[in-house]
């Protein structure tokens, strides 16, 4: 194949390499996008369930598992994949090589369980491409300076791919997953949700960092910082999915792209705190101290205008931990009361067009004012408006603002 052939880098979770039958399936597409005159490089994880079950195999052994050791483990599932895969193409006719990351020197920092990828030397694939076959790298893992395997963190392939379409200068990294593309909201909760055909980038984390898990939110900055044009496909049924660009094309009817959420929110109020400088890092400097991060910040002006009430939120799962931190802020702080509430949840509006349109912030609180839900809390970005409300108002919520965007139907 003439070097000047497009490259194609596609990626195939979990779920579509999943059983031989699968496997096969990848094969067949692999090998028809290769005969239509494309270089393919295939970056695969593990099959569905591998991890978890390498996982316990370690975890049987030691609570904690070694996170050397446990690299090494988990290597191993993606390694049996691109094995598997290289033998479904030989066997179609189509001339393929696998590689494990530390072959294809996927170099990372020595963070094992959560590497981050320094470079790729694209070298070896490239000659492989150039002599006609189709190279298979494992996701998920590189080599560090040392020699150490190492792995990115869960869902880690996605960013494998996305590295090495950087490095390689692809055309387009394709990402095969189970769902078809990137929706207006979660089909779950809204059933009348669209697929998008594009988003951008930006829209692309502010919807994957609430809670779209379509890609990991790595791979998004990655492509976002390397210019690596990203699409989002299903490798179960046909269709173009939805292409993550860098271009804002038709902002002006495409004001927002979506409804985000997060439901794994809580929230924290320290009430009657003395209004003085300083005072916000007092509270949230012990919170940062015990490495728990927060999302939102109000502070409010209190009627006495001596003292305010600040509130703001942490990952449920940090709730017990800063309710503790707060407890003995407010002791030392002479604060009346610490309230706390776990049963909340985050909605966001995000589009690039809010940097264009005005009245969008109030278009959203009105359509959840006719629904009689309550805003306990609000914050803005440039192409994001979030709200807290009650957890039971989830469904209803996202519901109210798909409609009242007119998201079902396309621009
Ligand atoms: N196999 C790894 C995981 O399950 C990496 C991946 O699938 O992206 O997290
Ligand atoms: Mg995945």
């Known amino acids: 194949m003439p070097p000047t052939a ?145 792995t990115l963190g869960r869902g880690g392939s996605d960013t494998s791919a996305v590295a090495m ?81 860098f271009e804002e094309e038709n902002v002006e009817d495409a004001k927002i792209a979506g409804i985000a959420f997060a439901k794994d929110e809580a929230k924290l109020t320290i009430l009657r705190v003395p209004d003085q400088p300083g005072i916000a890092h007092k509270i949230l400097g012990p919170i940062a101290a015990a490495n728990v991060e927060v999302d939102m910040i109000v502070q409010n002006i209190a009627a006495d205008e001596k003292t305010t009430d600040f509130t703001f939120t942490v990952h449920r799962n940090d709730f017990a931990k800063a309710m503790e931190i707060l407890r003995e802020t407010a002791g030392s702080l002479g604060a009346q009361e610490v309230l706390g509430d776990e049963q909340i949840v985050k909605l966001s509006l995000v589009g690039v067009g809010m940097r264009s349109h005005a009245g969008i912030a109030s278009r959203m609180f009105e359509a959840l004012a006719k629904e009689g839900i309550n805003i306990r809390m609000i914050s803005t970005s440039e192409i994001k408006i979030s709200v807290v409300v009650d957890e039971r108002y989830l469904e209803l919520g996202v519901r109210a603002l798909h409609a009242a965007f007119g998201l079902e139907t396309a621009a």
């Open 165 to 245: 379409a950087a490095a390689l200068a692809a055309n387009e990294c394709q990402i095969y997953t189970d769902v078809d593309g990137v929706y207006t909201t979660d089909p779950r909760i809204e059933p009348r949700a669209r697929k998008l055909d594009r988003i951008t980038f930006e829209e692309m984390l502010e919807m994957a960092s609430l809670g779209s898990k379509v890609l990991q939110i790595r791979a998004v900055e990655f492509a976002g910082k390397y210019q690596v044009p990203l699409r989002v496909l299903s490798s179960f049924v046909e269709g173009a999915g939805t292409l993550i660009s």
């Open 6 to 150: 497009p490259l194609i880098v596609q990626k195939y979770g979990g779920t579509s390499v999943g059983s031989i039958e699968r496997i096969q399936a990848v094969a067949e597409r692999v090998k028809r996008t290769h005969d239509a005159g494309n270089h393919v490089v295939v970056v695969v994880s593990a099959m569905s369930g591998e991890t978890d079950r390498l996982l316990a195999l370690a975890r049987a052994i030691q609570p904690r598992p070694s996170p050397r050791e446990l690299d090494v483990l988990l290597a191993t599932g993606e390694q049996v994949t691109i094995a598997l895969l290289a033998m479904a193409l030989e066997s179609l006719g189509c001339p393929a090589r696998s590689y494990t990351g530390g072959q294809v020197q996927v170099r990372t920092d020595s963070a094992h369980n959560k590497a981050r990828i320094r470079d790729i030397d694209g070298a070896r694939v490239r000659a492989d491409l150039d002599a006609g076959r189709v190279v298979v790298v494992a996701g998920f893992q590189g080599i560090d300076e040392h020699g150490n395997i190492t």
